[in-house]
Antibody, heavy 120, light 107 residues
């Protein structure tokens, strides 16, 4: 079955760029929507945005000006960049797939998550 | 953005009890409502999609109902392994939004 794995630095300095990659195994990245979701320590869940395999994106307006999501179909990966980070961007970052081919639906599966701390 | 309001924020119940969580949307979302379970240190796991459909491999003691703005999630007989935080999430409109979560504990 499809599995997702996040990777990237666990510590980022304030004002720098947070960069994460999600590697998809056990299936193709084609024909699905791929998402980034984050969870601040002790807080709830916030959807950051999605990318369709074709490259079409949609971002949460709360982060839109600071976020870019990209896809590399040749590597079966998609990536997240958050620019000009502050301590408020400290969170566990999850990647997740929309479960139904070609449509926005429910998140399944999820990656295990990776904690990114913003600190000098 | 569509606001999702869950209640209660936490509850304690005995093993075998029926547990009910509600989720209210700030506008009509039809049945575009999903429920997730999150255990400490783990990623959320899909339980219910489209308000009332059981996810693959999810035990039948979990169920969901509702449409429009009011939704209910039920555990028919609470088990020790159900200790977790439960979240509702809408996808009728972007941005997709989650409820604040309900932490379920054992008495």
């Amino acid at each position: 079955q499809v599995q997702l794995q996040e990777s990237g630095p666990g510590l980022v300095k304030p004002s720098e760029t947070l960069s994460l990659t999600c590697t998809v195994s056990g299936g193709s990245i084609s024909n699905y929507y791929w998402n980034w979701i984050r969870q601040s320590p002790g807080k709830g869940l916030e959807w950051i945005g999605y990318i369709y395999y074709s490259g079409r994106t949609n971002y949460n307006p709360s982060l839109k000006s600071r976020v870019t999501i990209s896809v590399d179909t040749s590597k079966n990966q998609f990536s997240l960049k958050v620019y000009s980070v502050t301590a408020a961007d400290t969170a566990v970052y999850y990647c997740a797939r929309d479960a139904v081919r070609g449509v926005i639906s429910h998140f399944d599966p999820w990656g295990q998550g990776t904690l990114v701390t913003v600190s000098s | 953005d569509i606001q999702m309001t869950q209640s209660p924020s936490s509850l304690s119940a005995s093993v075998g009890d029926r547990v009910t969580i509600t989720c209210q949307a700030s506008q009509d979302i039809s049945n575009y409502l999903n429920w997730y379970q999150q255990k400490p240190g783990k990623a959320p796991k899909l339980l219910i999609y489209d308000a009332s459909n059981l996810g693959t491999g999810v035990p039948s003691r979990f169920s969901g109902s509702g449409s429009g703005t009011d939704f209910t999630f039920t555990i028919s007989s609470l088990q020790p392994e159900d200790i977790a935080t439960y979240y509702c999430q809408q996808y009728e409109n972007l941005p997709r939004t989650f409820g604040g979560g309900t932490k379920v504990g054992i008495k």
